[in-house]
């Protein structure tokens, strides 16, 4: 209960904050607004405190608290004191056709969300697509939840600042700190985060476009990313029917015929929507500051010329820049607010951040009033540098040039680089360019501003993992969507030929998320051990949240899961982010091959290690440790053993201090 009334006032105060600064168009704006601007605001505050009460031992339990004092007396106090909303803001009012996309919203986000991760006789269950990159959400997730990781550290890298956006799976490890279960807090916070997003999709093409609806298709194609990918799927069956049978027992994500690095991993499948939770609602907050910039411009031109604007343009006639046009010009105040906002991203998202500079970056070259933008700008940068300085984003940069061509493509050839991504994203690609020639002058520059965001995928490289670029690409879809869905409705309103023609337009660009649903549909399930069982109570009951233990190297294991933290866990992810894995990779490998007892003792403590486990992983990894699980048991305490051996023979032993 304690969770929904934490969501109930983050959602509140967000609608207080927002009206101060924000006009909203209609009563989905202004949901959507406050939940997301809420939700960020409220994580922030919450993990503040937590910080702030690291000294003591239930550091959430006094953020909490003072989190909600501070909330409801603000709530209360702001009562009657917010912006007014000038007359006639909500002149598109809710009524069914908005009612019948926010209820797909919901049951898409239903699906995917609690379709994926999910919870059995106390374990919790992973489809086979989340398994291997929940490893470290969750771990994350719990380390909050059960444990004591403030200020926020990896746990899969301990001892040193984290370098991973964390805020979403801090709110989601807090949800369940005050009361639900690991399933529902993080199913519950994404679902709400991807129907928010959603629904800023749809604000946004009201702003653009003059209508909701066309943003729900735009919102609805999220879920068909419009690769080509399924032609040389449907092409390799022999027949209708084994292509009918393919599609509805498919089991992987389709995949080209070409080389594309990480194809089999579904980077352009709507994997990534319930995989990456954490990007959605940073993305629903650039779309809410995007349609704040779109309502600014609409400001500037009405300014320029008064000539009459139609607010409302009906999907049949073409936008026009006169079309662009509002009488409500924003104060600085709200540009602060904006750029307040996009700082606050980075723990959350930090590629959405990256993302929401690059096109902003490009609106203020190419539209006026370039002197409010630059205090947006200027008030992101301010915020957001010193979370990356923080994370050290500056000790790994220099790691590797910055400037990169070709994204993942090997040999990346022009003609190669083309050949990806007019086979990836040519289907909407095609009907975005009908949109440009429908469309105005400001239109056509706020997608060309987008195009930043391809730049910046295909000629650099912020991270160390080249393949995090992919972000830049997803965020640049999700608003090239919005002109695709356009078109369609523009061709659609085109007598008979032109209803045949969207619908033949639209069967080529959701085919194959359509075949892909049905991987999704298919995925196999992964129990994960997390609670009753010897282990676990052992851990909650015998350990302290910030023990540390040196371990297998594993992505999954009830010592993460039940809040605790290892000195070294799968390579992968911390060398993705940049840690230093080469030196970490030497230290592991000297404390579990050191054979005089005195200096092993000395390196484990040295290390920060509480305590050994031991498993079958260990004694036949590549370190054989097995032949020297004596010396450990003759010189520390053992305090656990796997006597139901569920956990590979487990043993876990205690360094004394």
């Not at 398994?131 to 939840?145: K, V």
């Not at 009908?434 to 469309?439: G, K, Q, R, S």
């Not at 909650?540 to 999954?556: A, I």
């Amino acid at each position: 209960m304690l969770a929904l009334i934490y969501l109930a006032v983050a959602t509140a105060l967000g609608d207080r904050i927002c009206r101060w600064f924000w006009q909203t168009r209609s009563a989905l704006h202004r949901w959507a607004s406050a939940f997301l601007v809420g939700i960020l605001i409220s994580t922030w505050i919450t993990y503040l405190f937590a910080v702030g009460f690291a000294f003591t031992t239930r550091p959430l339990l006094w953020a909490n608290l003072f989190y909600f004092i501070g909330a409801i007396i603000f709530i209360f106090a702001s009562r009657g004191h917010h912006k007014t909303e000038p007359e006639g803001s909500n002149r598109n009012k809710f009524d069914w056709r908005d009612a019948l996309f926010i209820f797909a919203f919901v049951l898409i986000a239903c699906w995917l969300m609690f379709g994926t991760v999910s919870m059995r006789n106390g374990d919790v269950r992973l489809a086979s697509v989340v398994w291997n990159d929940f490893g470290p959400n969750l771990a994350l997730m719990q380390s909050f939840a059960l444990g004591h990781n403030f200020p926020a550290e990896y746990p899969y890298f301990i001892g040193e600042p984290i370098r991973y956006h964390f805020l979403f799976w801090f709110q989601a490890g807090n949800l369940e700190y005050l009361g639900l279960s690991l399933t529902w807090a993080l199913n519950l916070l994404s679902v709400l985060s991807m129907v928010a997003l959603l629904t800023a999709i749809m604000t946004l093409s009201e702003a653009l476009f003059g209508s909701r609806q066309i943003g729900g298709f735009a919102a609805l194609l999220l879920f068909f990313h419009g690769s080509l990918s399924y032609i040389p799927f449907l092409w390799s069956q022999h027949s209708v029917g084994s292509a009918i049978n393919s599609v509805l027992h498919v089991n992987h994500w389709l995949k080209s015929s070409f080389p594309y690095k990480g194809e089999e991993w579904g980077i352009w499948s709507p994997s990534i929507l319930y995989v990456q939770r954490h990007l959605l609602g940073a993305v629903g907050v650039f779309c809410l500051v995007l349609t704040f910039l779109v309502e600014f411009y609409k400001s500037k031109s009405a300014s320029a010329d008064r000539s009459p604007a139609t607010t409302n343009a009906s999907v049949d006639e073409s936008v026009t820049d006169a079309e662009l046009q509002s009488d409500y010009l924003p104060p600085v105040r709200s540009f602060v607010f904006s750029g307040a906002l996009l700082g606050l991203l980075v723990f959350w998202n930090s590629a959405v951040f990256v993302c929401s500079f690059a096109v902003i970056g490009c609106l203020f070259l190419l539209f006026p009033g370039r002197g409010r933008v630059t205090t947006l700008l200027g008030t992101a940068l301010l915020i957001g540098l010193p979370q990356f300085l923080a994370m050290g984003i500056a000790q790994t940069t220099h790691r590797f040039s910055i400037l990169h061509w070709g994204y993942t493509i090997d040999n990346p050839t022009a003609s190669r680089v083309l050949a990806y991504f007019l086979f990836t994203f040519g289907p909407k690609l095609a009907v975005a360019i009908l949109a440009i020639v429908l469309l105005g002058k400001a239109q056509r520059l706020f997608l060309l501003a987008m195009t930043s965001l391809v730049v910046l995928a295909f000629c650099t490289q912020l991270n160390v993992e080249i393949m995090n670029n992919q972000k830049f690409l997803y965020v640049w879809l999700i608003l090239l969507n919005l002109f695709v869905a356009y078109a369609l409705a523009r061709i659609y309103r085109v007598h008979v030929a032109g209803k045949i023609a969207a619908i033949l337009l639209a069967a080529v660009v959701i085919a194959g998320g359509v075949i892909d649903l049905f991987r999704v549909y298919n995925d196999t399930w992964i129990d994960v051990p997390f609670r009753q069982n010897a282990l676990s109570s052992w851990l909650l009951q015998q350990t302290k949240p910030t023990d540390v233990f040196l371990t297998e190297r594993f992505v999954h294991h009830p010592i993460l899961m039940n809040g605790r933290r290892i000195f070294y866990g799968w390579p992968y992810f911390p060398w993705s982010m940049g840690y230093r894995t080469a030196e970490r990779d030497d230290a592991y490998k000297q404390m579990f091959t050191e054979e005089n007892p005195d200096e092993l003792v000395e390196l484990l403590k040295n290390n920060g290690i509480d305590y050994v486990a031991i498993d079958d992983g260990v004694r036949n990894s590549y370190l054989h440790v097995g032949a020297r699980e004596n010396l450990f048991a003759s010189h520390l305490t053992k305090v656990f053993q796997d006597t139901e051996k569920r956990f590979g023979n487990l043993n876990i032993y205690k360094v004394s201090r």
